[in-house]
């Protein structure tokens, strides 16, 4: 999978973890103690260079969705299918 893919897939899958805890990725960042837009759509590239979530930003979602870092891989490995 090339770069630009698997940073899809790694944003697909907070998005569906969102879903999977009944809300936005903006409630889910929210719950988690973060920013609200940090998670925005808008937010995910910087003109042509990608953003990724830090390790932080993840580890605050697993905390407050009780999710691993297993499952997001699951996630992001079906967002890549």
């Known amino acids: 999978m090339s770069t630009p893919a698997v940073h899809a897939a790694l944003w697909q899958a907070i998005d569906d973890l969102a879903a999977r805890n009944g ?3 903006s ?3 929210i719950r988690a103690g973060l ?3 940090c998670l925005n759509k808008s937010k995910r590239t910087l003109g042509t260079a990608l953003r990724w979530p830090s ?3 993840l580890a605050r979602l697993f ?6 870092f297993d ?3 699951i996630l992001a490995a079906r967002a890549g299918e």
């Open 23 to 25: 809300c936005s990725a």
């Open 71 to 73: 499952v997001t891989a």
């Open 27 to 29: 409630g889910l960042a």
């Open 55 to 57: 390790t932080v930003t």
């Open 63 to 68: 905390d407050v969705t009780g999710d691993s």
């Open 35 to 37: 920013d609200a837009t």
